[in-house]
């Protein structure tokens, strides 16, 4: 019973996106940083649309612009062309450079044509700071290119030294909201922190009247090169492998103390990330928080009838879908099928970790699906509602039930980048709009037109 | 204004008037200059994509399926097989050791699944490094499938999106000539290079309807593969788009000598010129009368109602930038129609030919702009003072971070902007952009010295409260 079915050679609708995407949207949220793609043009457009019909935010990603002679003759000219235009028209402190399937595969040598443009260019200009990233997207997803460029930020830039109070937060993707949340929670423990990436501002501005050439925000570079410095690193992801851990490399390399937990979604899950900013602050969880978790508790109690046994499908990147189902068991609703287009292998044990002692029974988990397959199983298992981001509404149409619209991308809706999944208060959104569309949706199928919940 | 240009984008950029034109255009895009063009397997997807009978496998690695999944809001009025994404997603071990094994097995198994009435498998950057033989994966398929299984050679480096609509039609070309042609009308077209956005080539096959010219094929909105087997049985190719499907009227002329013209669906001028024309072409007299009785009930009815836009939006100022250019030229006029003055026009793809047309219909002292990216296009918005930018979803941000109103004039609108009702689409949505009270609260622009200050939004708060 717990098959996904027939092992298909084709994929029909991804649940995963490509890898270079992921590095480009972890290089925004680092201060002054332009993303550039070495590659094709169509890349690079491809993704500033997809990334845009979600945040509603300009996205500029520069490409080397490669064409048929630079794919036979490498791509080195036109990528130091490319470095020298972005230097002068986004006069950035940072370029974030990512490879593509293209340049991988003709064997363009990044690291030293970066080199050669540092020793051209040398003293003659302000040179940004250049971090390269290698995300071939035939080999994983763009959770492998996201947590890829981290830890290549981290690997080329930070320095150790003197211990300081600082606290490295490596969050993973979340949405603004989640990223504005997180600074906040950290503050109110009192803790000087450096949060990496940090897209709550690049990615979710005010109205200016000005197209910035570089939004403000991110985290500040100084930062970065601090975090070898700081007392403590805390990760999120429990499916995260320790090769593409960013909080591993600052713990071997220079001893920062890691705390792992899992993203926190749900009470319990939030407890853990609490409990961790207690025991390395010294200090007891602050009344604000306090608050916002008792009154969590007291939603969940108000609510839990019009959720108890409900079924849900749940996708997305195995981190988000962890956390979420963790949330979702807590409620009272019974996730019958886990599934996500990334393949760490690790997807069962997290979900099992989150959901023992607590949900009936096991969920179907499925890693390295499409939505071909989501959409078989999710047919036979008849969920009640389905929770992921906007690519599954075409399943939630077809089986009748409503789509909880969580994660990225958000593309039928506004405000996907306000979106607040994390810790109590994310939670306490989550929760309103779960029961919430679950009443909505027996009052439109009634006849009666029920007044009172 | 030019401050904003790389050097090496300079001789792309023109400004009625100033000098003789001599804009340089269908080049390679500049590397680091942001430019807001795909590739080649996006042209070529953008226009093979509305078959929707039709299975669409992308052979690559998972990005080039994924990000054009459902992009395009072309409807069907049938088969919806084309809303699907199909892919290789090829892996590292595709790429060391060949992807055909795994396309021919993902064809098969896909073309069981569906029974497609064709396959076009589209070659992306990584096959064509690797050099898997497409070609010889497709005819066996085709052997053994018995339906058309059409290669695209799409490889996004190959260039930009121009180069994917040759390969487009190409590979359209291998299906026509292959249907019977018997027993259609003597005044029969094809409509080539709409792609029934929105249900647009619904409004324009009704005109032709009421007209008595039949439809062949639609190439490719609401396309079906068997219809375009037989579009060499119609009398004449009426090509709208510039780019997309004209060298596939030119190989039709060719090979059946089928004649063309080129027409435009967008604004009054331009959609009742294009009927006139093809009404002209048969040049027989019942069906001119019938076209203009056409032209005539709509008009009618659409004039007065686009009355009151014009009114309220005269005056305004308008920026274009959109892929290929034709549709720049039937904006320009459908914006003169409502009184606006287009003062930036430019576009991703556009032809020398396409640039003189611009220059010539546009106002001296307008901007045109080929291969434009986000720092140009603010400079020339900021120095403009335009009221409301037309574009697609990467200009948009731009539009709004300006507190500029803005026109999705892209493959994801979700009403129809061709066509005689169109005209009033646009206008409405010009309109509702331009008028919006939202623009108040964005800080206040200094060259729009007709734009609501805050005295404005303070004594409409006064006379809010007096009304309390």
Known sequence: MNSKGPDYISTTNACKLCRPLGACLAFRGMEGTVAFLHGSQGCATYMRRYIISHYNEPMDIASSSLSEKHAVY?????????????????????????????????????????????????????????????????????????????????????????????????????????????????????????????????????????????????????????????????????????????????????????????????????????????????????????????????????????????????????????????????????????????TSGRLVQAIRAVTDGILADQPEVHEGMDFHEISNRAEALAPDIIVGHSKGYPLARKLGV???????????????????????????????????????????????????? | MKTAALEGRLK??????????????????????????????CGSRVVLYPIADALHLVHGPIGCAVYTWDIRGALSSGPELHRLSFSTDLQERDVIFGGEEKLYRALSELIDRHAPRAAFVYSTCIVGIIGDDIDAVCKKVEAEKAIPVIPVKSEGFKGNKRAGYRAACNAMSRLIGTGDVTGFSPFSVNIMGDFNIAGEIWLIRDYYQRMGIEVVANITGDGRVDNIRKA???????????????????????????????????????????LYDIARFFGEKKLMEKTQRVVREEVSWLMPRLEEYRKALSGRRAAIYVGGSFKAFSLVKAFRLIDMKVVLVGSQTGTREDYQELEAITDPGTIIVDDSNPLELTAFLKEKGVDVFVGGVKERPIAYKLGIGFCDHNHERKKPLAGFEGMLNFAREIYSTVMSPVWRFVPEKPCCPERLHDDDIASGMAARRNAV
């Open chain 1, 74 to 342: 490498g791509g080195g000219p036109n990528l130091k062309l490319g470095l020298s235009n972005v230097q002068k028209k986004y006069a950035p402190k940072m370029i974030g450079i990512a490879t593509t399937c293209l340049t991988e595969t003709i064997g363009d040598d990044v690291n030293m044509y970066l080199r050669e443009y540092e020793r051209e260019y040398d003293g003659k200009d302000d040179l940004p700071c250049f971090v390269n990233v290698s995300s071939p997207s035939y080999s994983g997803t763009h959770m492998q290119g996201f947590h890829g460029a981290v830890r290549a930020v981290v690997e080329q830039m930070t320095e150790g030294g003197p211990v300081t109070g600082c606290v490295n937060l490596l969050p993973g993707f979340v949405s603004c909201a989640d990223y504005r949340y997180l600074s906040e929670v950290m503050a109110d423990f009192g803790l000087d922190h450096t949060t990496l990436p940090d897209l709550s501002l690049t990615m979710d501005r005010p109205a200016l009247l000005e197209y910035e050439k570089v939004p403000g925000g991110g985290t500040p570079l100084h930062r970065i090169r601090a975090m070898g410095r700081s007392c403590a690193t805390i990760e999120f992801g429990r499916t995260l492998g320790e090769d593409e851990s960013a909080g591993r490399l600052l713990l071997s390399r220079f001893g920062v103390k890691r705390f792992r937990t899992g993203m926190p979604l749900g009470i319990r899950e939030s407890d853990d990330f609490f409990n961790i900013l207690s025991e390395i602050s010294g200090r007891e969880m602050p009344e604000k928080h306090r608050l916002e978790r008792g009154r969590l508790v007291d939603a969940y109690v108000d609510g839990h009838k019009y959720l108890f046994g409900k079924r849900a499908v749940v996708y997305g990147e195995e981190d988000l879908v962890t956390g979420m189902v963790s949330f979702l068991s807590e409620i009272g609703i019974q996730t019958v099928l886990c599934a996500s287009g990334e």
């Open chain 1, 402 to 453: 409503p789509l909880i619209r969580v994660g990225f991308p958000i593309h039928d809706r506004i405000g996907g980048q306000r979106i607040l999944h994390l810790g109590y208060r994310g939670a306490q959104m989550l929760f309103d709009t779960i029961v919430n569309t679950v009443i909505a949706h027996t009052q439109e199928l009634s006849d009666i037109g029920y007044s009172y919940m």
């Open chain 2, 12 to 41: 792309q950029i023109h400004v009625k008037g100033e000098r003789p034109l001599d804009i340089e255009c269908n080049r390679d895009s500049l590397a680091g200059a942001v430019s807001q063009r795909a590739c080649t397997f």
């Open chain 2, 232 to 274: 060499h049985g119609a009398a004449l190719n009426v090509v709208q788009c510039s780019g997309s499907t004209m060298q596939l009227a030119q190989m039709m002329e060719e090979e059946y000598g089928i004649p063309w013209i080129r027409v435009s669906y967008f604004g009054i001028e331009d959609m009742s010129e294009a």
